[in-house]
């Protein structure tokens, strides 16, 4: 999940899976140019990032923009479907009409055949 995004304080190389489900520094593993020999866990490392992310983007004005772009959304869909209503019942009326003509013209030939 984070690959590529994690990167070390002290030399600015990656941080990657040094072993079992820990994060260390690259630089340090792989290249040796890194004193940096703190490692932490998977599951911390993702528990404290979702937590800020949480933090930072729950907050209350982005809740209310959100909910806000959600309203305008609906809104707005709501209004195009009452269009395509409005529209199909223009299609409908037209059809019905000339269906009952159709019907019509047929009643007055049969009648004019008895």
């Known amino acids: 999940m984070l690959s590529g995004l994690l990167f070390c304080g002290c030399c600015q190389e990656g ?21 940096n020999d703190r490692t932490i866990g998977r599951a911390e490392l993702e528990e404290r990032i979702l937590g800020a992310l949480k ?8 809740m209310a923009e959100l909910s806000r772009a959600y309203h305008e959304e609906g809104n707005r869909t709501a209004a195009d479907a009452g269009g395509l209503r409005s ?28």
């Open 15 to 35: 941080y990657t899976l040094v072993a079992a489900g820990r994060y260390g520094c690259a630089g340090r593993r792989s290249k040796g140019i890194c004193t």
């Open 55 to 62: 933090q930072r983007l729950l907050t209350p004005e982005l």
């Open 87 to 114: 529209t199909a019942s223009t299609a409908m009326a037209a059809v019905q009409r000339r269906s009952m003509g159709s019907w019509s013209r047929l009643r007055t030939a049969c009648a004019g055949r008895q």
